[in-house]
């Protein structure tokens, strides 16, 4: 999918495009930003387990018995070894139930990050497949988990029971700010800056700077992932900038708000061929 803009004609100026800046900025960013709605997700469990899942059943088991190692005490040792109250085992049962539904989810969605990461999705009805399959698949574990409907031809599902605590999902969520910190970095090192008569690329930490002339410069939008493009708050894009003496293009890969960028872009090109700069 592509949407090709050439440098608008000359236009009339008005009040609005006096106060367009005289350059513009296009960042180049890793993809760590589209991994977000995993990260919320992870936060979101982080929260949920702590309160509903086993482990603050687990935490007041351990505060009560003497000489047990937190990091040793798994929940089917508390079931078969320490003394629990009836009341205790419903409520770890239920959190630990818990527990399982949120791993299972948290997999499922970070299997789709993963694969949108791996794989550009250039067709949109095969990203829409994919989310049906995961989705279905998950439903149909997570009702036999309650109910036991397919462990008569599917027995090895009750032996799937992964788990998982707080601290594990709240480490995801950081290791990924860190991440974001980290792109953010590369990003204020690695742009395009378009002044009035020529685009000058930088990359790298020593900033080494390409310039180009933009007279009769063209600049294509390219949508390579439909997920990146539709994904709220990243709708991320390709810029390919081509000149008329250059062999080879400027491409930008994994531009956020492609489309906001595209359009300042069109204003401030519009308003430098009315000022007659550029030409």
Avoid at 88 to 98: D, E, N, V
Avoid at 167 to 177: G, H, N, P, S, T
Avoid at 209 to 228: P, Q
Wanted: contains cysteine; aromatic residues 10%.
């Amino acid at each position: 999918m592509s949407n090709t803009d050439e440098v608008p004609q000359p236009v009339t100026a008005t009040a609005s495009d006096k106060k367009l800046p005289d350059r513009l900025f296009i960042r180049i960013w890793p993809k760590t930003p589209v991994l977000y709605p995993m990260a919320i997700l992870a936060l979101l469990f982080a929260i949920v387990s702590h309160f509903l899942g086993a482990t603050p059943v687990i935490n007041d088991l351990i505060s009560e018995k003497e000489g047990v190692s937190a990091a040793k005490v798994q929940v089917e040792d508390i079931r078969s070894q320490l003394d629990i109250p009836d009341e205790q085992k419903k409520k770890l049962a239920q959190g630990y139930r818990i527990d399982r539904v949120l791993a299972l989810i948290f997999l499922a969605v970070l299997t789709f990050s993963l694969f949108v990461i791996a794989v550009d999705f250039e067709v949109r009805w095969a990203l829409i497949v994919l989310a049906c399959i995961l989705i279905a698949a998950l439903v149909v574990y997570i009702v036999d988990m309650n109910t036991g409907f397919l462990a008569g031809f599917l027995p090895f599902l009750d032996r799937i029971a992964p788990v998982a605590n707080p601290q594990f999902y709240l480490a995801i969520f950081v290791v990924w700010l860190l991440l974001l910190g980290v792109s953010a970095l590369v990003a204020r090192f690695n742009y395009v800056r378009i002044e009035s008569n020529e685009l000058i690329a930088v990359g790298g930490v020593m900033e080494d700077h390409k310039r180009y002339s933009t007279f009769r410069m063209h600049y294509t939008k390219e949508i390579t992932d439909v997920l990146e493009y539709w994904l709220p708050f990243v709708r991320a894009g390709r810029l390919v900038f081509s000149f008329p003496n250059e062999d080879k293009p400027v491409i930008l890969d994994n531009v956020l708000n492609v489309d906001k960028v595209l359009k300042e872009l069109d204003r401030i090109s519009s308003r430098w061929n009315v000022g007659g700069e550029g030409s």
